[in-house]
Nanobody, 125 residues
Framework: VQLQAFGGGLVQAGGSLRLSCAAC????????IGWFRQVPGKERKFVSA????????KYADSVKGRFTISRDNAKNTVYLQMNNLINDDAAVYYC???????????????????WGQGTQVTVSS
């Protein structure tokens, strides 16, 4: 099973990026998919997650109103649309899959079973 996050890059503050998370060897359509981010020297933090049907989403307070998570199960892909980026959004972003058939979307890293390799987001002032 391999998840791959891509779409990161360099963007000016106030700009937008869309990250994608795709899977090889795993159908994402049945699982909660989450996005986390990490800066050097700090722990990996929850950003957002979405359940299998897109009926439930969750966001960290720091990104509410600016980030939108969505999924296209037919394409086996989950997206994170990031708008109005600020310097504090700069990090390596990881996607992860929770394959435990939970009802409530978890925010703890330990609840997620499979992880992608990360994609770098850099925000310039």
């Amino acid at each position: 099973v391999q998840l791959q996050a891509f779409g990161g890059g360099l963007v000016q503050a106030g700009g937008s990026l869309r990250l994608s998370c795709a899977a090889c060897g795993l159908s994402l359509s049945s699982y909660i998919i989450g996005w986390f981010r990490q800066v050097p020297g700090k722990e990996r933090k929850f950003v957002s997650a979405i359940n299998w049907s897109s009926s439930s989403t969750k966001y960290a307070d720091s990104v509410k109103g600016r980030f939108t998570i969505s999924r296209d199960n037919a394409k086996n892909t989950v997206y994170l649309q990031m708008n109005n980026l600020i310097n504090d959004d700069a990090a390596v972003y990881y996607c992860a899959a929770d394959v435990n058939d939970r009802v409530v979307i978890p925010t703890a890293r330990s609840r997620y079973d499979y992880w992608g390799q990360g994609t770098q987001v850099t925000v310039s002032s």
